[in-house]
């Protein structure tokens, strides 16, 4: 989802005339000549923060060391006038994504040489921030900016025809999340689940397969809960398969309590779509599932899990496991070790958790230990490496 969002941002920057009046922007691998600096963040897991906030001050001190003073005054500023005097040399640094929807503007007095935040529904705004503060007048240049009040992305966002890989694309079909899993910041931070209009979707794949993409992947935190005009998803899976000139295509997250054997029969009937599921488990103890607020038991999951390799022959089966989780005891983390070591997933992203702000899940104390932590990440970890080399499966 980030580096679909990291692709409009670059997209609006640079194809769009109207978002950039008298300027030229470019994409840079070097840091050292950038003007402008956007940090696009995510909040799913502390660690994640923390490798922000890291960055973040590493890049402050490259603009401490052209001349910006550690001061400034913070203040929400709308409009800052069109000055033709720039602000010189010193870069602008942009915090976007869910860290700046959740912290807003208290970024500001953690990272005081930050100059805007906007949050995942206001990435449009991005260009007119910038060109805010590329005009203002020096005395202003100190004054931030923070957009975090919409609620619906425009839809024009998604077809500026920029997309990193000249051979792949990752089309978003729905934005946020309504399912409120007790651990996760998703709806607090993206916003409830907003369907793109199905004929949009498509229209984006046709664009994109103009321009010689032809492998495409469709993104959501859910993307089996996507509705919009009588169009569910498999519906979307079998139209999206009969788009001309695509090759292959892919779908990332389904979750177990939306997903149905009505999709299993599409992903064999449809040619062009790969044999494969991501299907998230998260934790194989009833108990735990329910404090995760999953909406499904270990049973449910399971022949879920059955029916897929029983339709879908041959087809690819992976998940997401997070260990440690509040109160998880060694009969819980057994539980979970038994399920994937009899499930023998092709592959899994396996995770620590950690208490997020907002969520239920904080409410309760976080009673694992971090050493404990670490020794059912690897257990778990050592047991699915094991399973996909026995299935000749290169585990990252």
């Not at 260009?127 to 619906?152: F, H």
């Not at 790969?274 to 488990?281: E, F, G, R």
Request: aromatic share 10%; with cysteine.
């Amino acid at each position: 989802m980030n580096v679909r969002d990291s692709e409009v941002i670059c997209g609006l920057l640079t194809t769009i005339p109207a978002c950039r009046p008298g300027r030229d922007y470019r994409l840079t691998t070097n840091p050292d000549e950038a003007d402008i600096v956007i940090f696009n963040t995510c909040s799913v897991r502390q660690h994640a923060e923390d490798k922000v906030w890291s960055e973040i001050g590493r890049f402050a001190k490259l603009k401490q060391g052209k001349g910006q003073s550690p001061g400034g005054t913070v203040k929400k500023v709308k409009n800052l006038g069109d000055s033709p005097q720039k602000a010189g040399t010193v870069p602008i640094i942009g915090v976007i994504g869910c860290m700046a929807q959740n912290y807003a503007e208290e970024i500001f007095k953690r990272a005081p040489r930050v100059d805007f935040v906007v949050g995942p529904s206001d990435i449009h705004k991005i260009p007119a921030i910038i060109n805010k503060l590329s005009l203002a007048r020096p005395a202003l240049y100190a004054a931030k900016i923070w957009e975090t009040d919409s609620q619906i992305r425009p839809e024009e966002i998604y077809h500026t025809g920029f997309y990193q890989d000249k051979e792949h694309a990752f089309i978003v079909i729905s934005e946020g999340c309504s399912n409120f899993c007790s651990y996760c910041l998703v709806p607090y931070v993206r916003g409830p689940l907003h369907n793109r209009n199905h004929r949009d979707i498509l229209k984006e794949i046709q664009e994109a397969v103009d321009k010689g993409i032809t492998q495409f992947t469709l993104l959501g935190q859910n993307v089996n809960a996507y509705q919009y005009e009588g169009v569910n998803f498999v519906r979307l899976v079998r139209l999206v398969n009969l788009v001309k000139g695509l090759k292959g295509f892919s779908f990332i997250t389904s979750h177990p309590k939306d997903t149905s054997i009505d999709l299993f029969k599409a992903i064999v009937d449809c040619d062009k779509l790969k044999k494969y599921l991501h299907l998230p488990v998260q934790a194989g103890s009833d108990r735990i599932l329910e404090l995760m607020n999953r909406g499904y038991t270990r049973k449910f999951y399971l022949d879920l899990a059955q029916n897929y390799r029983k339709i879908v022959k041959g087809g690819l089966l992976t998940t997401d496991i997070i260990v440690g989780f509040t109160t998880e005891a060694e009969k819980d983390f057994r539980e979970t070790f038994d399920l994937v070591n009899n499930m023998e997933f092709d592959s899994a992203y396996i995770f620590k958790y950690s208490p997020r702000p907002h969520t239920e899940a904080q409410k309760l104390k976080d009673d694992v230990t971090k050493e404990e932590k670490e020794r059912r990440h690897k257990v778990i970890l050592e047991l699915q490496k094991g399973i996909s080399k026995k299935k000749g499966i290169k585990f990252k």
